[in-house]
């Protein structure tokens, strides 16, 4: 929905250095002119010792350069989604869909 809405294209990358093997890095380009904006973090299900909320953090600030250079951002969005397993699919509530959409407007800001 994001990438519709906003004209962007994420892409997983994979072997992206990570703090637990729970959390996945996106890379967000511009669809037009293919420019690389940022990136982002997804922390999404619960473990012990972690943050119990959900939040957005400001890891690095974007902006353009005098010289129009970019300086990336990149954020970390932290959740405590249910965890699929090798039955079932991970099913959200409706407000943990809006919290997803909430925290992931966040992400985009």
Known sequence: IYEDL???N????????????????????DWLSG????????DLH?????????????LQLGSLGKDGTRDKAVRAMV?????PTEDKPALLTHKQVKTFFHEFGHVMH
């Open 79 to 83: 959740c405590n989604f249910p965890r």
């Open 46 to 58: 619960p473990r012990d010792g972690k943050f119990a909320h959900a939040a957005v953090f400001g």
């Open 6 to 8: 906003l004209g962007l």
């Open 35 to 42: 420019d690389t904006l940022g990136y982002f973090y997804l």
């Open 10 to 29: 994420f892409t997983k990358l994979e072997n992206a250095e990570v703090w637990h093997d729970d959390v996945s890095m996106y890379q967000v380009d």
